[in-house]
C-alpha cells in the first residue's frame, strides 16, 4: 500500500518517505538533503539526520516520523534562512563565455594574438610565451588565447581561398 508518487509509502507498518518527499516537506534543495545524509555522523543526535529505513527498487526511503523530528529540531536550532542557497549558483556550465569581466579580458588577448597571426603570417612557435612577457599575464592564458585566436585565423584564411598555416 503506498500513496501516489511513491514517494511516500508503507513498508513493514510504517510510513516511509524518500528523499524528494523530504525536499518538497523542508523546502531544501536535492543538495542540501544530501548532504544532511552524508555529514550526519558529525552533528549531535538529536539534529543528524535518519539513516535509510529499507531500499525500495534502488531508492533510499527514510522513516517519516524520524524525519519530521529531524525536521523540527534543525528548525529550532538552525532555522530554515539558507535552504534553497546550497550549490552552485545556475548557470550554462561554461564558465566566462556567458560575458563578465574574464571574457571581456580573454576577448582583448584574443585580438592582440589575432593581430600578431596576421601580421606574422600564421602561427610560429614561442608567440604565446613572447606574448606573456611583453603584455603580461601568465603564458598558460596567452596559450588559451593563442589557441582560440589560431582558431579564428584559420577559418578565415579558409574562407578567404589563401593557404592555411601550417601547425
Same mark, same amino acid.
Given at each position: 500500500?503506498? &500513496?501516489?508518487?511513491?514517494?511516500?509509502?508503507?513498508?513493514?507498518?510504517? @510510513?516511509? +518517505?524518500? /528523499?524528494?518527499?523530504?525536499?518538497?516537506?523542508?523546502? =531544501?534543495?536535492?543538495?542540501? +538533503?544530501?548532504? @544532511?545524509? +552524508?555529514?550526519?555522523?558529525?552533528?549531535? !543526535? &538529536?539534529? $543528524?539526520?535518519? !539513516?535509510?529505513?529499507?531500499?525500495?527498487?534502488?531508492?533510499?526511503?527514510?522513516?517519516?516520523?524520524?524525519?519530521? *523530528?529531524?525536521? !523540527? *529540531? @534543525?528548525? *529550532?536550532?538552525?532555522?530554515?534562512?539558507?535552504?534553497?542557497?546550497?550549490?552552485? $549558483?545556475?548557470?550554462?556550465? $561554461?564558465?566566462?563565455?556567458?560575458?563578465?569581466?574574464?571574457?571581456?579580458?580573454?576577448?582583448?588577448? %584574443?585580438?592582440?594574438?589575432? *593581430?600578431?597571426? /596576421?601580421?606574422?603570417?600564421?602561427?610560429?612557435?614561442?608567440? =604565446?610565451?613572447?606574448?606573456?612577457? &611583453?603584455?603580461?599575464?601568465? &603564458?598558460?592564458? @596567452? #596559450?588559451? =588565447?593563442?589557441?582560440?585566436? $589560431?582558431?579564428?585565423?584559420?577559418?578565415? #584564411?579558409?574562407?578567404?581561398?589563401?593557404?592555411?598555416? %601550417?601547425?
Amino acid at each position: 500500500m503506498s &500513496e501516489d508518487g511513491a514517494s511516500r509509502r508503507i513498508h513493514d507498518g510504517r @510510513w516511509v +518517505v524518500n /528523499r524528494s518527499w523530504v525536499m518538497e516537506h523542508t523546502g =531544501a534543495s536535492e543538495a542540501t +538533503v544530501n548532504r @544532511w545524509y +552524508v555529514q550526519r555522523d558529525r552533528y549531535p !543526535e &538529536e539534529r $543528524r539526520f535518519p !539513516e535509510v529505513a529499507c531500499t525500495l527498487n534502488r531508492t533510499h526511503y527514510y522513516a517519516q516520523e524520524a524525519v519530521e *523530528a529531524f525536521w !523540527e *529540531a @534543525w528548525k *529550532a536550532d538552525v532555522g530554515t534562512g539558507r535552504l534553497r542557497a546550497a550549490g552552485r $549558483r545556475p548557470g550554462d556550465g $561554461r564558465g566566462n563565455q556567458g560575458g563578465g569581466p574574464g571574457r571581456a579580458q580573454r576577448d582583448r588577448a %584574443v585580438a592582440v594574438v589575432l *593581430a600578431e597571426l /596576421r601580421q606574422a603570417g600564421g602561427y610560429r612557435r614561442g608567440m =604565446a610565451a613572447r606574448l606573456a612577457r &611583453e603584455h603580461g599575464g601568465s &603564458e598558460r592564458s @596567452w #596559450q588559451r =588565447a593563442m589557441l582560440e585566436a $589560431r582558431t579564428e585565423y584559420e577559418h578565415g #584564411q579558409d574562407q578567404d581561398g589563401a593557404p592555411q598555416s %601550417v601547425l
